[in-house]
Every structure is written in structure tokens, then in C-alpha cells.
């Protein structure tokens, strides 16, 4: 048996706009009725896991799990500017009491993806005033959760945000221009570590940092090197230098990246895809946990990770791989905190809409029942032995 450090975190992940149900207030419900995007269908109720949440926490803690990563809806706390919604933010204290109820470490993310369309309306990330509304909204946050949060995650993978959303136009606000995508950066860094500043000082005894989006970046050709190096240098490495004085830093990592002279490249020929269309490639969780060590020095959270297959033997395939890579990087002095699965419940993934199926826990469309697979109660029997078998 593989033993894991005393206090690992064994968790699950989800994000409010994929799971809660009914978010018509931020960008991204504007964005999946808008005929010009290439969203494939709308949220809709999503898992309804606003309402259903405390099934899904009994679900998650009877499975093995010690620890669960979700996100705050910041258009419910905040629907119009300066306007704060007391009702939400109790529905989030209670949540997190009700993890604690269970057994399960609240690990809380304040923005994965969605804003609120005020902020959009004024610019979004492209307007560096929105750093200051989202450390505003943070402190409010953080003011509201400070007794009982010890981990908190600022933004969810703001390079993906910037890159998806300024320039392949694949997220709102949808533009394509560069130097738009560069100044998004810039913005969310600022934003990054104005809202670390506020939370530390709301809950001097939380873990505070950012998740970022990693991958597994390989030369598929030795001219390849310089232009990986720089796919790197404009994608990961800002955000990488941003985490200077933060808790611990996110990982979230999927599949690698092959590069040519040609640059991105697609799987090789007749690799195994996943629902996505990224390769099956369970390695690239070892090569980005411990390059995210090397270059901030800080401890990693492994905030997502997973695979969308329809054969869930696959899934279980894939996590141990990646777990077995987490244990090299464990024994080799790689300080890793935990492990957040991505993701538990079946969900609206962005632009896909609800056909990539990461969760653990399966989720009927049409009833919404939820069905927890085999690869969720392996996941827990590993979780609640804190070793790979």
C-alpha cells in the first residue's frame, strides 16, 4: 500500500454555474443564448445543486471523501454593484457548515469562470477597475465565511479565462485580439493578489491561493523547445510569478501538449481521446505538480483533475496513474497537500454543454437523480484509506 501524508485532502470538485442550476445573472447565461456562440445548449437547472446540496454532500462523505472544492456564484452575493445579497451569502455559510457537518473540508473558490453581467457590461476583465469590484466582493465574502473557511482558492485559471475569452473567443466576452488577452492577464493578477490580501487579512489562518491551468507542454521535435518555452512563457508563467507569497499554489492538469516547429499539435496517431478530445495521459498530473513546486517553491493543491470517458473502468485507470504520479512526486520531497477530483457530478461543461461526463456521480437529465459510479466508490475506498492500493 502507497501511504499518503497524514491530513491529505481527499476531494471532489465543482463550480457553481456547472452544478447550481439557474446562474441567469452572470456572462456566461447571456453567452449560451447567444445565437453568434458556439455554446451547444444552455445550463439550464444544471444538477440543481443549489438546492440539492446537502444529498450531494451525504453522498460524497458516505463514498470516503474528506474534503469538497466548490465555488461562490458572485452575481448571487453581488447582483448589481455595491449591492450585497445577505441571503446568498447565508446559503453559503450553510453550506460550508454543512460540509463541516460531514466531515468535509471546505475548500472555497471565489470566481471559476462566471461574473456578474454589471461587471461584464463595464468591461469585464478587461477593465482594470473590475480588480478592485472583485477584492471588494472577496472581503465581503471572506468577511461572511472567515470562522469556518481555511482554504480558499481566489480565481479559477485565469489563464484560461484570459485565453478563452479575449483571444479564441470560446468563452464571453467572445473577442479575438491578443494584446486584449494580455491586458485580461495583467487585470487578473491584480485581482488575484488584491483579493489574497483581503481574505489573509479577513482569515490570517487560511491557505489562500490561485489554480492554475497546466499542461503537460512536450517537444515533439527539438524544434519544438523554443516555441514550447514560449507558449509557456505567455500562457503559465505569469500567473506562475503572481503567486509570490500565497499559501499554496492549484493544480489543475489534464493531458500534455505536443509541440512542433509548427507549434500545438493534436494526439499522436492513434492515442486514446477522451470526451474532450485531449489525449488519455494521466502523466501530465506529475510533470505539472512538480514544475507548479520548481517555479513558486510553494506546497500544490491538486485543485482538478480527471478524465471524461464513457467507460468508467477508464476513469479508474486514469486516477490511479495519475495518484501513482503524485506518490513519485511525494517521495522525491514534492510537498502535495491533496487531491481534488474534477469532478462529482456530471455537469454543464462550458461550451460542450452536459455531453463530457467527468463526474464520479452520475446525473440523469431528466430526472436529475444522482448515481454514484464504481470509479467513485474506488476513489472513496482510497480516500478513506489514504493510501493506493
Known amino acids: 500500500m502507497g501511504l499518503f501524508p497524514r491530513g491529505f485532502l481527499w476531494g471532489t470538485a465543482t463550480a457553481a454555474h456547472q452544478v447550481e442550476g439557474g446562474n441567469w445573472n452572470n456572462d456566461w447565461w447571456a453567452w449560451e443564448h447567444d445565437p453568434a456562440s458556439l455554446c451547444v445548449e444552455p445550463s439550464g437547472d444544471a444538477c440543481d ?69 454589471w461587471v461584464a457590461a463595464r468591461g469585464g476583465w478587461a477593465d482594470p477597475a473590475t480588480a478592485e469590484r472583485f477584492a471588494r466582493f472577496a472581503a465581503v465574502a471572506a468577511d461572511a465565511l472567515a470562522d469556518e473557511v481555511r482554504w480558499v482558492c481566489t480565481i479559477n485559471e485565469p489563464n484560461i479565462v484570459a485565453t478563452m475569452g479575449y483571444l479564441t473567443g470560446l468563452f464571453p466576452p467572445g473577442e479575438r485580439d491578443p494584446e486584449r488577452r494580455r491586458r485580461a492577464q495583467g487585470v487578473l493578477v491584480e485581482a488575484h493578489r488584491r483579493a489574497a490580501e483581503v481574505v489573509r487579512r479577513a482569515i490570517p489562518e487560511a491557505a489562500v491561493g490561485l489554480t492554475l491551468a497546466m499542461s503537460d507542454y512536450q517537444a515533439a521535435e527539438p524544434a519544438g523547445e523554443a516555441i514550447l518555452e514560449a507558449l509557456r512563457a505567455e500562457d503559465e508563467d505569469p500567473l506562475l510569478e503572481a503567486t509570490a507569497g500565497d499559501g499554496f499554489i492549484g493544480v489543475q492538469s ?4 505536443l509541440v512542433g516547429r509548427d507549434g500545438r499539435r493534436g494526439p ?119 493510501a493506493l492500493p
Open 49 to 117: 445543486h443549489y438546492h440539492r446540496y446537502p444529498e450531494d454532500l451525504d453522498l460524497l462523505a458516505s463514498l470516503g471523501f474528506n474534503a469538497y472544492r466548490f465555488s461562490l456564484e458572485w452575481s448571487r452575493i453581488e447582483p448589481e454593484e455595491g449591492e450585497f445579497s445577505r441571503a446568498a451569502l447565508r446559503h453559503y455559510r450553510r453550506m460550508v457548515g454543512a460540509c463541516r457537518e460531514r466531515g468535509l473540508e471546505p475548500v472555497v473558490t471565489l470566481h471559476h469562470f462566471t461574473t456578474p453581467r
Open 268 to 386: 499522436p496517431p492513434g492515442a486514446e481521446q477522451t470526451l474532450m478530445g485531449w489525449e488519455f495521459y494521466p502523466e501530465a498530473l506529475e510533470a505539472t505538480v512538480r514544475r507548479a513546486h520548481c517555479e513558486t517553491g510553494l506546497p500544490v493543491l491538486v485543485t482538478e483533475n480527471g478524465v471524461a470517458v464513457r467507460d468508467d473502468p477508464r476513469r479508474v485507470e486514469y486516477v490511479r496513474r495519475a495518484l501513482e504520479g503524485i506518490r513519485r512526486c511525494l517521495a522525491d520531497g514534492v510537498p502535495v497537500l491533496g487531491y481534488c477530483y474534477w469532478s462529482a457530478l456530471d455537469n454543464f461543461e462550458w461550451a460542450l454543454g452536459y455531453g463530457p461526463t467527468f463526474g464520479l456521480i452520475e446525473v440523469d437529465r431528466q430526472s436529475l437523480q444522482r448515481r454514484p459510479r464504481p470509479s467513485a466508490r474506488w476513489l472513496g475506498a482510497v480516500a478513506r484509506a489514504n
Open 254 to 257: 489534464y493531458s500534455r501538449i
